[in-house]
């Protein structure tokens, strides 16, 4: 907390030095500041040359602890739009007031706005009521990993699309357009998907980070989730998973590259299976939803 409130007076004063504007004067091109990878890539495919988009959580960064460093955050002085995830990342709800503070004049873009949300699951919910541990659960009401559904992909897309042609109206038909060949694409990739798990019999996966939801709900398909937000798993919690592993018929235990994968392969060593990578927040969006549909049906089998 000291060392936040160290960083966060040294930023504010380099801000008074300089004075932040809309567009680099440069490029004349809008600053964009996403919080995290995927939506870099909605951003520059609607935004196209008239954009610069810059992403708060780095590759490999995980957003439910990740800190902005100050570069990032007096970088933020010259951006003209944020985007957020808006559904509860600890990243946002740690630093949106700060940031907002910083550039009082940034537009912020909700990209959750009219997603329908998914409360955290129920047997979740149960678990945690079990932990002694009696913290709060760290994810909130709502499971924030929203985007990983086509669906709610083209949700996102839609609402960069109107914040761009809000601060940028000379650009709306362009960014129409884009949004449009976007949106096409994004219905695209749900079919195929689709169409490819459909024979899939056994649909259960299993997942060591629980930012599967949203996709499996898309797809008829049933996300087990092992770890309940970055915290370390107990011996029962880890007992509890491997028994349902077992009795669900996996093989297969999908890590995130931004989690430790330890515990992970205990499970898989358990279950007499193999670790897996699927992505949540791999910045080509199309790309990644196609590699992580060819792994999961690949485990499923
Ligand atoms: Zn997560």
Same mark, same amino acid.
């Given at each position: ?96 007031? $700060? ?90 990739? $749900? ?11 056994? $649909? ?78 791999? $910045? ?18």
């Amino acid at each position: 907390m000291i060392y936040r409130t160290v960083t966060f007076l040294a930023i504010a004063l380099l801000l008074l030095l300089q004075n932040g504007c809309g567009t680099s004067p440069e490029s004349g091109r809008l600053h964009i500041v996403v919080s995290i990878s995927p939506f870099a890539y909605f951003a520059e495919r609607i935004g196209g040359e008239h954009v610069d988009v810059s992403v708060m959580v780095p590759p490999g960064g995980n957003p439910h602890s990740y800190e902005p460093t100050p570069r990032q955050m007096s970088a933020l002085s010259g951006a003209s739009l944020f985007v957020k995830a808006g559904s509860g990342v600890e990243f946002e709800l740690d630093w949106m007031p $700060r940031i907002l503070s910083l550039n009082p004049e940034l537009r912020i873009c909700d990209a959750s706005e009219g997603v329908p949300l998914i409360p955290m699951h129920q047997e979740d919910a149960q678990a945690h009521e079990d932990s002694a541990s009696g913290q709060t659960h760290q994810h909130g009401r709502y499971d924030p990993h929203y985007w990983l559904s086509p669906d709610n992909a083209v949700l996102i897309t839609r609402n960069i699309e109107k914040a761009l042609g809000s601060i940028d109206p000379s650009h709306r038909p362009l960014y129409a357009a884009n949004a449009a060949t976007l949106v096409a694409e994004l219905q695209a990739l $749900r079919h195929d998907i689709h169409e490819q798990l459909a024979p899939v019999r056994n $649909r259960n996966f299993l997942v060591f980070h629980p930012a599967w939801g949203y996709y499996a709900d898309a797809f008829g398909l049933k996300q087990i989730a092992a770890e309940e937000e970055g915290k370390t798993m107990t011996p029962l919690q880890l007992q509890r998973v491997i028994e349902k592993a077992r009795d669900a018929d996996i093989r297969v235990v999908f890590v995130s590259p931004q989690f430790g994968k330890v515990q992970a392969e205990t499970i898989a060593g358990d279950i007499g299976g193999t670790t897996g990578t699927v992505d949540p927040l791999a $910045r080509d969006y199309i790309d990644n939803l196609r590699k992580a549909t060819d792994a999961f049906t690949g485990a499923m089998q």
